[in-house]
């Protein structure tokens, strides 16, 4: 009886940390929620920013994430897809392969703050990029790679070894198997991991700080060698770098940015759900 | 015409080790000048006044130390408690809610924390320690706490999923609780990926930036005691991010903070590295994790 007690009140304790843990995500999301709301409305989201930042939208950052992830996807997506596919269908299990993965590992480990380092030194002042969204865009891109290049090799191995022997039987090439049977497959899940990477991405502060982010720029970037605001950088420099800013612009930018990374993250997971209960494997 | 695209498929394989060796030799070429440049004594003293000339980088490894380890003393427990909770307790209902918020926490841009925290957290805490200020190593330790939760919890979750079913089955037909096979049977067999998921966790809060710099209060100072983890501190990830900005290329101040993110990126490296050689000795001892 005494274990059964003392199970019990294990289990119970249990789901109380599980409670401290999940109660506070509940209160930022729900906090930035009520207290951004009020702050919305078509002008805060269409128009630039005027008086310093202190009244008006915040429409250049709304356009300056997204260009950035657009930007980091189109040299993330094939570098980071190819790779899986590499990683997938063509390597063997042998060292160098092994070296492969622990690369991986930690270039998803190293600090944020350091891919902005890495991408000052590089593109912006040794390439001469500037600070601009190719730079940042860049930069990011290397960043994400870890995300995307693991998700989708786990949706490439997740396809069935037939579907790759019945191709090859068929008289199909390694690289026809691929194309045609494995990557139509796999592609769910290969979205799936390109979202969640390309989310990461545009919730990120420390990598643009020094290789795109403009303080205070009230006009659309023109190219792409151009400066650009962005969202996270922007609720940085409001909250931190501006004196007497209003705390209701604050919270809704803080709004817009969380809105859209957790829209972004919905979509991912109903991707995700939707064609795994669809597959025919 | 299908030997350019498997040749292009193979260069993009190995492009992960090119971009870590291309940061390492980045950080190398700029970060190593400092160590010329700076006295040692200089560099490793106590003193971070970069306008002085001084360049003393232990506060910010000490402030960065610090907040990550009382962040882990906050996490870990929480975090292997409710791995535990959700993979061996809780019932489907209650982990339909867990694994989405805990995704959800995840997914919060770190800025946005950052935020929340000094809008927040800060307040709280300033007015229930009656400091002078909110802004401390405790607050950015317990946001680094919450940031490294999902990792943390993630990784415990697969070690304790790839306890096989029958080490649960035997704890059990022993005449075991289930509380008992939990700890006694489940959680030892574990174990490697429990550790693996405490070194990930603090690989991710040792890296972390923008929270830490919008919460900590940024002073460069060593703590000498307890009661200092109520006081502002500053780390070597937020040193970064708040002077980059500002410093000339080719300055002895630029090239000292690309010595710090050389220290930084030695130390995550370090960190994945002992990761990883715990998973792959699991591997060579064939299955079980």
Known sequence: MSQQLAQKLGFAFLGLMSLVVIVPILLVVGAIIYAGFPALSWEFLSAMPREGMRAGGIFPAIVGTLLLTLGTGLVAIPVGVGAAVYLSEYARDNLFTRAIRLAIVNLASIPSVVYGLFGLGLFVLLLQFGTSILAGSLTLAIMTLPVIISTSEEALRAVPMEYRTVSESLGGTHWQGIRRIVLPQALPGIITGVILGLLRAAGETAPILFTVAAFFLPRLPQSAFDQTMALPYHLYVISTQVPGMPLSIQHGTALVLLAFVLSMNLVATLIRSYFRRRREW | ?289
């Open chain 2, 1 to 289: 015409m299908e030997w350019v695209i498997e040749a292009v498929i193979r260069v993009l394989g190995f492009s992960a080790i090119g971009f870590v060796a291309m940061i390492f030799v980045f950080l190398l070429l700029e970060g190593v000048p400092a160590f010329v440049r700076v006295p040692l004594n200089n560099l490793f003293d106590t003193s971070w006044y970069p306008s002085l000339g001084l360049y003393g980088v232990w506060p910010l490894i000490i402030g960065s130390l610090l907040v990550t380890l009382v962040a882990m003393i906050i996490a870990f427990p929480l975090g292997i408690g409710t791995a535990v909770f959700v993979r061996e307790i809780a019932p489907n209902w209650a982990r339909e809610i867990l694994k989405p918020l805990i995704e959800v926490l995840a997914g919060i841009p770190s800025v946005v924390l950052g935020f929340f925290g000094m809008v927040t957290v800060a307040p709280i805490i300033r007015e229930s320690l009656g400091a002078p200020t909110g802004l401390t190593a405790f607050t950015g330790s317990l946001l680094l706490a919450y940031m490294s939760l999902p990792t943390i919890i993630s990784v415990a979750e697969d070690a304790l999923d790839a306890v096989p079913r029958s080490y649960r089955d035997a704890g059990l037909a022993m005449g075991a609780t289930q509380w008992q096979t939990i700890w006694r049977v489940v959680v030892p067999a574990a174990r490697s990926g429990i550790l693996m998921a405490l070194m990930l966790g603090m690989g991710r809060a040792i890296g972390e930036t923008m929270a830490v710099l919008m919460v900590t209060g940024n002073a460069a100072r060593i703590p000498t005691g307890l009661s200092d983890l109520f006081m502002p501190i500053r780390t070597m990830t937020a040193t970064i991010a708040a002077e980059m900005g500002e410093v000339a290329r080719g300055s002895t101040h630029y090239h000292v903070l690309f010595g710090v993110g050389l220290i930084l990126f030695i130390v995550t490296f370090a960190i994945t590295l002992s990761a990883a050689s715990v998973m792959f000795r699991r591997r060579s001892r064939g299955g079980l994790r």
